[in-house]
């Protein structure tokens, strides 16, 4: 059986500006990035938004497990199909972070025979946009530091700093370090922390703006420290706003590629979901509605992190609605939810799945809380008996919910054509009435309590004496109005990793609650999650080589 990579470069591209041919967009309007990335140009973006939007399609999926699920590798196989049917359709990626491709996650193009291309290129370093935001981030830190040093006329209490340097890689012994040391001319000692570039308010301040003006304004609101009184030190305080756009300006343009079948897909922004608040960017996503007659993206990791927050931060902020939700899942990593061992998932187990299947249950009513039409498809692999799929799909058509499988990842877009029809029927027959879960004037602490309870389905949040004094402050600082971005882990919908399936009335814990102030939203940070994560005993990148014809071998 071929490699992903081994399909991936196999594969005959077309020239980007082929691609871009199909959508109407002139060589003039693309930045290339030699033979088959651009950038879209400022003027094509301009241009766009007279025009009427298409339907927006979220592709989620249940929570991940070892087993695998398949959203990036459905929602590229999707836009194939959709191309199968002869429908305009560009599909809208976050753009991989080197973290998780040298750790233990893999990259993010997809899979299979439904990736997006030049996929070696993607998971590294693409256009730069990420070693972009990375240099903006620790520019400010760098100024931080530098005001302090040269008299500190601002008053910063060098206790009281709170923007942390960020780095794309997993590095564990970066979270917490100490800087400063040597000589009066290297700085002040104090801690220092570092965090992963996807988890910086920088990425999410570009996935979030609208232009250039919206990316400055957001940038000089960035609370880096507090003074001795208490009071806000911002980017803007510290004039690095101007240097730091300037380092962006690139980094703010979509990126244009192609699936193995040519479809476009844009790739831009790439926040982390269980530490951010996990979707490409706005302007990506305005750009494709704008481009094609339908918009299909994803929002990362299970629907309780991801589409929570595509629903509750980036369609709020940016006035989005979307109109259909597909649902990824796994026979497998239903079977895994419900006890079944990893390598055992391969036989019938009817049992296993009726437990494990009660995660897919909680997915579905989270999502049925927004108004959003909800398709669940299963991403297939050969292993699937047909009691299995027959199984999951009347349980899915009881809870009012279509249903298709998808078999994308081995046959490309002629594998997702139920899939797509299934979607198109849906888009024709269900209106979406979407709202978000709560409104704007609910306190800071009972956001949290309610996207605890309804959508992880905690009995109940404990919030020590330190945070409910921070969400105070937030609030008496203005930012009560702000929504919640939940920083929990990925593999279950408590804040306990191993608890699996569904679980019932247990307590979330809210362990640190900060403000994002340019990208809009407040972190609460839950349980034990960690915003550099470290690399496991036999990380990815053992793996990963150069032969000795300069071709990459390793990749996935």
């Not at 041919?21 to 003039?28: C, F, N, S, Y």
């Not at 651009?38 to 007279?50: I, T, V, W």
Request: aromatic share 6%.
């Amino acid at each position: 059986m071929k490699t992903d990579l081994q399909i991936a470069q196999e594969a005959v591209m077309e020239p980007i500006g082929k691609v871009a041919e199909t959508l109407g967009i002139r060589e003039d309007d693309l930045e290339l990035y030699g033979k088959y990335k651009a950038k879209l140009s400022e003027e094509y973006l301009d241009s766009l938004k007279q025009r009427p939007d298409g339907k927006l399609i979220l592709v989620t999926a249940i929570n991940p497990t070892p087993a695998g699920e398949g959203k990036t590798t459905t929602s590229v196989g999707l836009g194939q199909a959709f191309g199968k049917l002869g429908k305009k359709a560009v599909v809208a990626l976050r753009e991989p972070s080197l973290g998780p491709c040298f750790g233990i996650k893999g990259g993010a193009a997809g899979g299979g025979y439904a990736q997006v291309v030049p996929m070696e290129e993607i998971n590294l370093h693409f256009t730069g946009d990420m070693h972009a935001i990375t240099s903006a981030n620790n520019l400010l830190a760098a100024l931080l530091d530098n005001h302090i040093q040269q008299g500190n006329e601002l008053g910063i209490d060098s206790r009281q700093i709170v923007w942390k340097r960020c780095m794309d890689m997993n590095d564990r012994v970066l979270r917490n370090i100490v800087v400063g040391l040597g000589s009066k001319a290297d700085g002040f000692v104090r801690e220092d922390h570092f965090v992963i570039t996807v988890a910086s308010e920088i990425m999410a301040i570009l996935c979030l703006a609208e232009d250039m003006k919206d990316l400055k304004e957001r940038l000089s609101r960035i609370i880096v420290a507090y003074n001795c009184d208490g009071k806000p030190v911002t980017a803007g305080d510290l004039q690095a706003v101007g240097a730091m756009a300037a380092l962006l300006r690139d980094a703010m343009k979509p990126n244009l590629i192609q699936t193995l079948e040519h479809t476009p897909v844009l790739v831009h922004g790439g926040p982390f979901a269980n530490i951010a608040h996990g979707c490409n960017s706005v302007r990506a996503t305005r750009a494709a509605l704008k481009m094609a007659d339908y918009c299909i993206t994803e929002a990362g990791f299970g629907a309780d992190l991801g589409a929570e927050k595509f629903f509750d931060i980036k369609c709020r902020i940016a006035d989005l609605k979307p109109d259909a939700v597909v649902l990824v899942a796994t026979v497998r990593a239903l079977k895994y939810n419900g006890g079944r061992k990893k390598e055992d998932l391969g036989q019938e187990d009817l049992d296993a799945l009726g437990r494990g299947i009660e995660n897919l249950e909680k997915h579905i009513e989270n999502l049925h809380k927004y108004g959003v039409p909800v398709v669940v498809t299963l991403n297939s692999f050969v292993t699937d008996t047909q009691a299995e799929i027959d199984f999951v799909q009347n349980f899915c058509e009881e809870r009012q919910c279509e249903f298709a499988q998808s078999q994308v990842w081995a046959q490309g877009g002629e594998g997702g054509v139920e899939l797509a029809e299934k979607v198109l029927e849906t888009l024709e027959t269900k209106k979406s009435a979407f709202r978000p879960l709560y409104g704007d004037d609910l306190t800071l602490e009972d956001k949290i309590r309610t996207v605890s309870r309804e959508i992880y389905g905690a009995g109940s949040v404990s919030f020590s004496a330190a945070v409910k004094r921070q969400l105070r402050i937030l609030t008496e600082l203005g930012f009560g109005k702000l929504p919640v971005c939940m920083a929990k882990n990925q593999y279950s919908l408590s804040d306990d990793p191993k608890r699996l399936g569904r679980p019932r009335d247990f307590e979330m814990t809210v362990r640190e609650v900060y403000v994002s102030a340019g990208a809009g939203f407040v972190v609460a940070l839950t349980g034990d999650v960690m915003t550099m994560p470290g690399l496991s005993k036999k990380p990815s990148a053992f793996g990963i080589d150069v032969n000795d014809d300069g071709v990459i071998i390793g990749l996935f």
